[in-house]
């Protein structure tokens, strides 16, 4: 059915996509798991292993967007996908090695400082479990650069204007179904095939991942095999008319190459849009996150509501996939993304008064619904800002502009975190969740504040051989389709 929806080269990286997404869901599932039941509950070693991997994309997060934006597309998606590959193989061997360690169980007795400073583990497999940790951030690295240079680079080439936010939406909703199907089939998988032991199960799932990548890569490779790319006329060194902000002068391609993701970052009119969301990342109240889930634990809410409330947070997070390119067309992607992150924020806020009131029995199911309904804003916001960077980030600077998306949201998370292990009491949670309504409120007042300084209209051209200024790839397939001297800018206000 893709075939006859979208042309070849759409329908080939729809495919590389969702099966990466679902290897990648089912790897990141499994590894936790098996470290929480061989550490027999300790939380603190998943953690561990989750953080090194934000930890690594926080340092090099800048780099590899110069990388990204220096070299040509496919060399970028084959040492990303050659980076996962050899991450994943060496970590099966490790967890090997770490596994059949007699007494690896006993070792995690204890927190993370009785870990380090006790002598009932020995340093050998302490060693082991920190390396494995370290190299599991490459896997890290490798979806890294893979996702930056598809969402950011690869489809703005291949898909025309007018399809653009729906196909975004599109490749989310699959990331969703990555999301909920990955933990439900390895896990009916790991039963029914009577693997008991943890270590086939990392084995199985690991293959699998390697299999993905090993796809999505050749898929990617048949995409940069065909002809019919989009080419770009943007001139990075045409001076742009006053007023115009989306195609500002450009330093010297010897500059370009060595300059930061920040510096690209601090100076183009989308710094605000990215901060916002950036800000939306601290978010403790996901219903899919382990800080919620386990707070609902202890307040005694039975497995059946949790159920329903993970499932339904994924429902409504997929119905704002499902509105937002409909309410895009006719509100226009500004308004679209403000009703959505003051939606996000609103119930937030809503939430934490009737948690922190708790007047009547029902104020906790109530709280929920709103955190449900709070989905529908985050997705749509998080595609508005894709739309954005996709419209107005110019083609040397993609890979250092999702770079520093990037390295935001993996320093709020890591913030969240940190919090976590600080307010690790079930009572203190209500303080994670006024800092998430919080952090959604300053998102929302960063996103007004740019609102403020930019408009984004309707711009003529009129006779094309006088145009005076630039063009992202954007809106020069804008003015390549339209034909007559139309198409959408970003001025100051």
């Known amino acids: 059915m893709l075939w006859w929806c979208y042309n070849k080269q759409q329908t080939l990286l729809l495919i590389g996509h969702a099966t990466s997404r679902f290897?990648?869901?089912?790897?990141?599932?499994?590894?936790p798991l098996v470290l929480v039941v061989v550490s027999k509950g300790a939380l603190w070693v998943a953690s561990f292993y989750a953080i090194c991997g934000r930890l690594i994309t926080l340092a090099f997060g800048s780099r590899l967007g110069v990388y990204i934006d220096s070299h040509e597309r496919i060399q970028v998606i084959r040492i990303g996908a050659l980076t996962s590959v050899c991450s994943v193989t060496l970590l099966t061997s490790l967890f090997s090695l770490f596994l059949k360690n007699i007494g690896v169980s006993a070792c995690f007795q204890g927190n993370l400082m009785d870990w380090l400073f006790q002598q009932h583990c020995s340093w050998e497999a302490k060693s082991l479990f920190i390396l494995l940790s370290i190299?599991?951030?490459?896997?890290?690295?490798?979806?890294?650069?893979?996702?930056?240079?598809?969402?950011?680079?690869?489809?703005?080439?291949?898909?025309?204007?007018?399809?653009l936010a729906n196909f975004n939406a599109l490749l989310r909703r699959i990331d969703l179904l990555s999301e909920i199907s990955a933990p439900i089939l390895v896990g009916w998988f790991v039963t029914t095939s009577n693997i008991s032991s943890a270590i086939y199960s990392i084995l199985c799932v690991g293959g699998f991942n390697v299999i993905s990548f090993l796809m999505e890569y050749g898929m990617l490779r048949w995409i940069n095999s065909l002809d019919n790319w989009y080419t770009s006329s943007v001139t990075t060194q045409e001076m742009s008319v006053e007023g115009v902000v989306d195609n500002e002068?450009?330093?010297?391609?010897?500059?370009?190459?060595?300059?930061?993701?920040?510096?690209?970052f601090i100076r183009h009119p989308l710094n605000l849009v990215l901060l916002a969301y950036g800000c939306l990342w601290f978010n403790a109240t996901s219903p899919h996150g382990i800080l919620l889930t386990s707070y609902l634990a202890e307040?005694?809410?039975?497995?059946?509501?949790?159920?329903?409330?993970?499932?339904?947070?994924?429902?409504?997070?997929?119905?704002?996939?499902?509105?937002?390119?409909?309410?895009?067309?006719?509100?226009?992607?500004?308004?679209?993304?403000?009703?959505?992150?003051?939606?996000?924020?609103?119930?937030?806020?809503?939430?934490?008064i009737f948690i922190w009131s708790s007047v009547v029995g029902w104020s906790l199911f109530v709280s929920l619904a709103l955190i449900v309904l709070s989905r529908v804003g985050l997705y749509s916001y998080e595609?508005?800002?894709?739309?954005?960077?996709?419209?107005?980030?110019?083609?040397?600077?993609?890979?250092?502009?999702?770079?520093?998306?990037?390295?935001l949201t993996n320093a709020a998370y890591l913030g969240l975190i940190a919090a976590g292990l600080v307010l690790n009491a079930?009572?203190?949670?209500?303080?994670?969740?006024?800092?998430?309504?919080?952090?959604?409120?300053?998102g929302s007042l960063l996103f007004i504040i740019w609102c403020t300084l930019f408009v984004e209209d309707n711009h003529y051209h009129g006779d094309p051989s006088a145009m005076k200024?630039?063009?992202?790839?954007?809106?020069?397939?804008?003015?390549?389709?339209?034909g007559h001297g139309w198409h959408i800018h970003l001025h100051k206000r």
Request: hydrophobic share 45%; net charge negative.
């Open 383 to 407: 595609l508005g800002e894709s739309l954005y960077l996709q419209r107005y980030t110019d083609t040397t600077e993609r890979g250092r502009m999702g770079a520093a998306e990037g390295v």
């Open 135 to 163: 190299v599991g951030s490459g896997e890290v690295i490798g979806a890294f650069l893979t996702r930056v240079s598809v969402e950011r680079d690869w489809i703005i080439e291949i898909v025309d204007s007018e399809n």
């Open 299 to 352: 307040e005694q809410v039975s497995h059946y509501v949790l159920g329903i409330f993970r499932a339904s947070g994924a429902i409504f997070g997929f119905l704002g996939t499902l509105v937002f390119p409909w309410l895009e067309k006719i509100w226009g992607l500004q308004m679209t993304c403000l009703v959505s992150i003051l939606l996000e924020t609103i119930t937030l806020i809503s939430s934490c």
């Open 426 to 442: 079930p009572q203190q949670f209500l303080y994670l969740w006024i800092a998430s309504a919080t952090f959604a409120a300053l």
């Open 469 to 482: 200024h630039s063009h992202t790839p954007y809106q020069q397939q804008q003015l390549d389709e339209e």
């Open 23 to 31: 290897g990648d869901q089912a790897w990141n599932f499994v590894v």
């Open 249 to 264: 002068q450009q330093q010297s391609d010897l500059d370009d190459r060595v300059a930061s993701s920040f510096s690209i």
